[in-house]
């Protein structure tokens, strides 16, 4: 129980996934790696134990803190993914849910615990006439500072993404496009690119031209096994559509979408070594933009930007590539870490593998 001036909230266990998930989605910041399959998922492939809190005032609930917790022999560390889901602009809230988590950490002897909270601390490109700092989100950096947080070495998530406003028109949408963006999508059309959405059977196809995009691009990647949990379960649970690009029949190129709430977002895209000059990938996008439109959801998050704005950035093409949808560029405050003994933390941070990976 937490409490700051004349309110009081309750804490408890939630064990019902559509209690979890129903509640979740009426937050404010409610993401998909706060949803009760995500949580799953990370059980079942990196050992992550979900601990799931829901913050009460009355029969109302307020917050909410998915905390995946992993054991390292003696140690243990705990992470809220893009959590907790709450009202930043509520300080009470804030504060009772931040001291709450501060309190179990140091109650069962976490070396540290890691939150990343879905909120911006600035948007557009920094230094340009459209970088804006967001004064909440500045806000809440300074109080975790002053609360004895800190910014981590350990950036799990991408801070930086583009938002497109699905609340627009479609014609609205497509207009804002850059030109070229656009163009290259009409190009697909006009050379023969269909869309369409995929199924569980399509999973191996998927992929295999996941695989051929990581060799080319040069990143790692799992086994087939972890990307049917990783796919397949949001699929089923209806969290997930993948989109696949053919031409003359033959898959190309896909997006994976994962939607949740008010919000869906491209976690995944692939693509073959061939028909590059069809331009799918633009096609693609604009197809899945219209798809999270129609289905209700307010924003589209394009899930990925540089860390540092920069053209030697290995991100940098795939920047370019995204900003051309015109979305809006939003930087995020990023993943902090609370340190209940400071001296173990340092000594965990000089020794220790990074255990996560973006996802």
Known sequence: MGKKGAI????????????????????PTAHIL????????????????????????GDDILAMASIAIRRMGPLQVMYVAKGPALDYADGDVFEAVIGELERRAKRMGTVWLKIDPDVAQATGLPGSADDQPNVLGE?????????????????????????????????????AMSGNTRRKARIA???????????????????????????????????LQYYRRAWAAFMRAGLAQALIAEYEGVAIAHVILFHFGRKCWYFYG??????????????????AIKWAKARGY???????????????????????????????????????????????YRAYNAIAPRLMTHI
């Open 189 to 223: 059309e006009k050379r023969g690119i269909t869309v369409r959405t995929a199924g569980e059977n399509d999973l191996p196809m998927l992929f295999e031209l996941y695989r051929v995009t990581a060799e080319r691009d040069r990143f790692l990647i799992r086994d």
């Open 270 to 287: 692939a693509s073959s070594n061939d028909e590059r000059a069809r331009m799918p990938n633009y096609l693609l996008q604009w197809e």
């Open 298 to 344: 307010a924003s589209y998050d394009m899930w990925g930007a540089p860390d540092v704005f920069d053209e030697n950035d290995s991100m940098w093409g795939v920047y370019q590539f995204k900003r051309g949808f015109r979305g809006q560029l939003t930087r995020h405050i990023g993943a902090w870490d609370y340190a209940p003994y400071p001296p173990l």
């Open 139 to 175: 806000a809440i950096r300074e109080r975790l500072s002053e609360r004895g947080w800190r910014f981590s070495d350990a950036q799990v998530q991408f801070r930086n993404t583009f938002l497109v406003d699905l609340t627009r028109s479609e014609d609205e949408l497509l207009m």
């Open 34 to 57: 706060q949803s009760w399959q995500w949580g799953e998922f990370k059980q079942a492939t990196g050992g992550w134990r979900p601990l799931r809190l829901a913050f009460r005032r």
């Open 8 to 27: 009081i909230f309750t804490v408890s266990e939630v064990t019902d996934r559509e209690v979890w998930n129903h509640s979740l989605q009426t937050l």
